[in-house]
């Protein structure tokens, strides 16, 4: 499991999001660092109250890009509010929202941060673990001796907690699992029953409310690709986003990671989702420096990067753990996973900056579901694209509200919002 060093700047806020970053990465498994330079990743919690403040955070963001061997993440006001200040003084870092980090720290591996598969109400937005385990045995991930294989609720079960959440008041329902996309799989065959799930929830339950769909492999989508776009196509209820975690644009790099699927079914399933939906958001990860990855093998990825265009993308370097296959491989010098680390990071902005600047003059319906900075609040449109409104508070909005509004700017990683 990863090593995970953190700092904490600011207020009492803070200081509670660096708690619940902490309490998820040990319920998935990892630990403590005796310091950033024992790190699989440090993750830096930053203020922004004042300009010095500003140039302290810039300051140890540097540092700790220079101490730590592996990932550095970057969370908190600064990093939300002017995270382009850190790429412009070629800092080397993630810039992430709170809820985010534990998932990109889990590096690949199928997430564990539910400890079971109950229900969680926090403030409008409910968590909904629709299984537990998973279907794969990825040479990298050490999860799945915890896991085990898919055990999954019957899709009745998990519609009636669907519908216990919206009558508590989740505007907001979040699907997790290991897997989604394998969801049913123990029940139906080899099949998964997600559309299936994601359909009657849609159509069954009465009230206002919207789902996102958390991460599915390719292997698990790609059986159901059809059916599964044409349920985002028919349900408004659905976020059009989708969480498929490539990890590598080469065949043979996820033969060695035993990823279960190959490239060109990633392609399939982006494919199929192009062709029932106008406006949705792709999400996929990238793991660089895997142990067998050779420069042919790299550039591969960022050619896939570059034509799946996703608009959400975790870029991990690989860290070995301990007692899977992959950590008896020969790694890869740590500046060589730096180095396309970075490149592929600084692929990953152009690539999501653009997708938010195209949003601009866009108008939306978003759904506000968390406080910002300030005033602010923060919502996610139809496609699960973040939107702030940056003086949400002044005009009598509040979490949980559904605002039509128009895309004014954007800051590459979310966009800000004027209510029409």
Not at 105 to 111: R, S
Not at 368 to 374: N, W
Request: charged letters at 30%.
């Amino acid at each position: 499991m990863a090593r995970y060093h953190i700092e904490t700047y600011g207020c009492t806020s803070n200081r509670g999001e660096s708690q619940e970053i902490e309490r998820a990465l040990r319920d998935g498994g990892h630990h403590p660092a005796d310091g950033p330079g024992e790190a699989d990743v440090a993750i830096l919690n930053t203020c922004t109250v004042v300009e010095k403040t500003e140039r302290n955070m810039l300051r140890r963001a540097e540092e700790l890009d220079e101490e730590t061997p592996g990932d550095l993440v970057i969370t908190g006001c600064m990093a939300l509010a002017q995270g382009e200040q850190f790429r412009e003084e070629g800092v080397d870092a993630e810039i992430l929202h709170w809820d985010d980090v534990p998932q990109h720290v889990l590096n690949g591996e199928c997430p564990t941060v539910t400890p079971d598969t109950e229900t969680v109400l926090d403030g409008v937005v409910g968590i909904l673990p629709i299984a537990r385990g998973c279907m794969s045995d990825c040479s990298y991930c050490i999860t799945k001796k915890a896991t085990g294989q898919i055990e999954s609720p019957s899709v009745e079960e998990n519609v009636e907690k669907a519908r216990a959440l919206v009558h508590a008041g989740a505007k907001e329902i979040r699907i997790t699992g290991q897997d989604t996309g394998v969801y049913g799989w123990d029940r139906n065959q080899g099949e998964s029953l997600l559309p299936e799930l994601l359909d009657r929830i849609c159509t069954e339950i009465d009230g206002e409310f919207r789902v996102r769909v958390g991460m599915a492999n390719p292997k698990g989508v790609h059986g159901v690709r059809e059916e599964l776009a044409r349920v985002f196509a028919e349900h408004d209820e659905l976020y059009n986003f989708l969480h498929a975690p490539v990890q590598s644009g080469s065949d043979d790099v996820l033969a060695d990671m035993r990823r279960q699927h190959a490239v060109a079914e990633y392609v399939e399933v982006v494919e199929t989702f192009d062709d029932h939906l106008d406006y949705w958001t792709l999400s996929t990860d990238f793991i660089v420096g895997f142990p067998s990855e050779t420069d042919r093998d790299f550039q591969q990825s960022m050619a896939l990067l570059r034509e799946t265009r996703p608009e959400k993308i975790n870029v991990t370097r690989f860290s070995k753990r301990p007692g899977t296959d992959a950590a008896d491989m020969k790694g890869l010098g740590g500046q060589t996973k730096k180095d396309r680390s970075k490149a592929m990071t600084d692929l990953k902005m152009d690539v999501t900056g653009e997708a938010y600047e195209s949003m601009i003059g866009r108008e939306s319906e978003v759904l506000l579901v968390e406080d910002g900075t300030d005033e602010s609040l923060v919502g996610y449109d139809e496609a699960y694209r973040q939107v702030v409104i940056a003086d949400a508070e002044e005009r009598g909005l509040e979490v949980g509200d559904v605002v039509d509004c128009e895309i004014t700017s954007h800051n590459t990683v979310y966009a800000f919002g004027e209510p029409v």
